[in-house]
């Protein structure tokens, strides 16, 4: 199993979290989204997945794009520990969460978004109060969902979304956590799990400084 990602980016530290948390070995393959104007755009890997995006995973003969797509296809080869709830209406909740993050959020402060901005300032305005405004509808679902973790007490597909994500709020964004108790608890909860810290950004082969 091959995955080519990088490691900054927020999708590809969801598949690198899931696949230690079923702890499967997999080759790390670094796609740099900067690097010559854009590894991703090069013909070579345009071969292997036209839509130029990462992460990308190949196992064997079955090739899968997009995130999401690829975190329900290792949750179904892998079934242990399960990312999804047996209850149709817990699995439901997750997939809502997931898709209001994946969604909802990520895609409004995606770096060809903030390469619109005129300036640094209004790119980190922009991404900010995108990502504020969707936190502030995610708390109030998990006000309802959560229990440990987003959906009931079991790490799910969810969490998987919401750690990247919360990340890069802080990190990157200047997002102030306090006003969004819960989502501040379950990222805090889950920001030494040894699943979220060996997939973390600052661990990846590819991350220039590593300090993790």
């Known amino acids: 199993m091959s995955l080519y990602n990088f ?3 927020s999708c590809s530290w969801r598949v ?5 948390m079923k702890n499967v070995d997999y080759k790390y393959l670094p796609i740099d989204l900067f690097k010559d104007g854009g590894e991703q ?3 070579e890997y345009l071969e292997i997945n036209p839509m130029g995006q990462i992460p990308f995973l190949v196992d064997g003969d079955a090739d899968v794009a997009q995130s999401m797509a690829i975190l329900e296809y290792i949750d179904e080869k892998y079934k242990n520990p399960p990312l999804l709830p047996k209850d149709v ?21 995606h770096r060809k978004v903030l390469g619109l901005m ?22 109030k679902i998990l006000q309802k969902s959560s229990g440990k973790y987003c959906v009931g007490d079991n790490i799910t597909m969810a969490d998987l979304c919401l750690v990247p994500q919360a990340y890069n709020a802080v990190d990157r964004f200047s997002v102030d956590l306090n ?17 979220f810290k ?15």
């Open 7 to 9: 490691w900054r980016s």
């Open 16 to 20: 690198r979290a899931c696949l230690a």
């Open 41 to 43: 755009k090069k013909p």
């Open 89 to 109: 209406k817990s699995r439901a909740k997750v997939r809502e969460i997931c898709g209001l993050i994946t969604s909802g959020i990520q895609p409004l402060q």
């Open 118 to 139: 005129t300036s640094e300032d209004a790119k980190l305005k922009w991404a900010h109060d995108c990502v504020a405004s969707g936190f502030e509808s995610l708390e």
């Open 179 to 195: 006003k969004f108790s819960v989502i501040s608890r379950i990222y805090l909860s889950l920001e030494e799990n040894p699943s």
């Open 198 to 212: 060996k997939s973390h950004p600052l661990n990846q082969p590819d991350c220039p400084i590593q300090v993790l």
